[in-house]
């Protein structure tokens, strides 16, 4: 319908604002500062890119009520695996924060959101530019694995600060009498991260028929 159309065209249009703005800070702050502007990504956009990952729930919402007609494990799997790096493993740890891997992987979300939402944004109006559709389905293609392998890169970093400062660990009491310990459960998560990412792609058959959003591209 006309008012959903409106709906999802105005929500892409608040996340390519969102996504624009953090890339174009990050460019302009590297730019001008150097390595330098690298240690503090996270305090300088930190909050904005919070609002964008937790605004990008909605798409769950979307899927699940028929209005987006994308696959829903695949951008389910997208969305949990980004806020629990950004909200569970940096934003907890000040130390992981001015991590190099930090800005790298914003670097690379922001990237390849960029392009998606200016995609889908121009879709929803009926304007398909050829090399922004080119860009859409061809960029997700490198860039996607190398934001795994930065996620996880970001999680091992993190385990030596969240077993010296345990936090998330918890120890209960009697009668249960054992303990959680949160690195191990980071470690887990990591297992469970490449096996879903394996099975993904996969069933899809090959990455050249993935888009941005998990969807099997039609020929």
Request: charge should be positive; charged fraction near 15%.
């Amino acid at each position: 319908s006309f008012t959903m159309s409106t709906y999802l065209f105005v929500y892409d249009l608040l996340q390519f604002c969102g996504h624009s703005w953090i890339f174009t800070n990050m460019i302009i702050r590297f730019m001008s500062f150097g390595k330098d502007s690298l240690a503090d990504t996270f305090y300088s956009i930190g909050l904005v890119m919070r609002l964008c990952q937790l605004l990008s729930v909605l798409e769950i919402l979307h899927i699940l009520v028929g209005i987006d007609r994308s696959r829903l494990f695949p951008r389910f799997l997208q969305i949990t695996e980004r806020i629990i790096v950004l909200f569970v493993v940096i934003s907890s740890q000040e130390e992981v924060q001015g991590k190099y891997i930090v800005c790298i992987l914003f670097f690379l979300w922001n990237l390849l959101d960029v392009v998606r939402y200016t995609y889908n944004m121009l879709a929803r109006i009926g304007i398909y530019y050829l090399p922004l559709t080119w860009l859409n389905f061809s960029l997700c293609i490198p860039l996607y694995p190398l934001s795994i392998l930065a996620k996880a890169f970001a999680i091992c970093v993190s385990l030596p600060y969240f077993e010296s400062s345990g936090t998330y660990s918890i120890k209960l009491p009697f009668p249960l009498a054992f303990s959680i310990f949160f690195p191990y459960v980071l470690k887990t998560y990591l297992l469970v991260l490449f096996i879903g990412k394996c099975l993904i792609f996969q069933k899809a058959g090959c990455q050249h028929n993935w888009d941005a959003y998990g969807n099997k591209k039609s020929n």
